[in-house]
């Protein structure tokens, strides 16, 4: 089963949360392929990875600069006829992409996955996390957000394997284009816009 894990990265390295994906892909096979995306992120694909995985993906341009959602869901879609699944935490930015990328493939979208049990049976929370729900998913593509909290993370390895260099320019049929970041004094709170989505709240007075 040929698996690819969506790494979160922060500050130019991998964060914790892509050693746990990493783990969660151990438990559907042993050909793993760790996805680096964004602007500038050729050093990290070259630099360290995790054990078990086999080879890393680099996606390096501005057309995918701080998470462009709709750019980088039509890169997913572009690999994802070599995969079996794709798997990332299910942190604000994948939560925001891996959706409109099983929309585009029109596969289900399993989200906040807590268990997996084999290569069709996942176990997601539902009602709030009130109850706890079984899946059986038989599709041929898995796409999935895993909650990094319930998995361990994966031993990191100093020197990363082949890194394979896709080239591909996605269409951008929406318009979108990252414009600014704004954070609150505390630095916590991030806020993205697209230049549409700004210009229209430019227009409201929604600043």
Known sequence: MKICVCAEL???????????????????????????????????????????????????????????????????????????????????????????????????????????????????????????ATLINKEAKKIMTIRPTVFAAAAETPMAPAVIKNDFTPQNDYASEFVIEERSKGGQAAAYFCQDCYFRWARYGFR
């Open 10 to 132: 922060n500050e130019g390295k991998f964060s914790d949360q892509t050693a746990r994906a990493v783990d969660a892909a151990k438990k559907l096979g042993d050909d793993i392929a760790l996805l680096i995306i964004g602007q500038d992120v050729t050093p990290i694909a070259e630099g360290s990875s995790f054990e078990g995985v086999t080879s890393h993906i680099l996606a390096d341009g501005a057309a995918y600069k701080a998470g462009c959602a709709e750019n980088i869901a039509e890169y997913i879609v572009h690999i994802a006829e070599d995969m079996d699944a794709i798997i990332a935490p299910a942190t604000t930015m994948w939560k925001n992409i891996l959706p409109r990328a099983a929309a585009l493939l029109d596969v289900m979208m399993m989200s906040d996955v807590l268990e997996i049990s084999d290569a069709e049976t996942y176990k997601r929370p539902i009602y709030a996390g009130n109850a706890i």
